[in-house]
């Protein structure tokens, strides 16, 4: 009888934004962020600031920011170009 396959953990998003509830800035790179990880099959994790009182201090004139592959990438805006060129090239 073969062996059932081990199941393997879901890769960490490539893709993490820092931002909070309110900030139309966050949504317009929300929108982005979503449609271009979804195009190219990746993933993205949100983040507020208001749960994390270390990220608050460090980015809180800077939202939002964004990181793929855990360096960050952008603040205040997402220009989508980039985002994909950077999602472009494989995970380090």
């Known amino acids: 009888m073969p062996s ?3 199941p ?3 890769p960490e998003p490539r893709v ?3 931002g909070k509830p309110g900030c139309h800035l966050c949504d317009d790179a929300r929108a982005i962020i979503a449609a271009v990880t979804a195009d190219l099959g990746e993933s993205f994790e949100e ?3 208001l749960d994390h009182p270390d990220l608050m201090a460090k980015y809180a004139e ?3 920011v964004t990181f ?3 360096r960050q990438h ?3 805006r997402v220009n989508e170009a980039r985002l994909r060129a950077a999602l472009a090239n494989p995970r380090p």
């Open 4 to 6: 059932a396959p081990v």
């Open 8 to 10: 393997q953990p879901a």
């Open 16 to 18: 993490l934004l820092i």
């Open 47 to 49: 983040v507020s600031i």
């Open 62 to 64: 800077e939202i939002p």
């Open 68 to 70: 793929v592959d855990g």
């Open 74 to 76: 952008d603040f205040w």
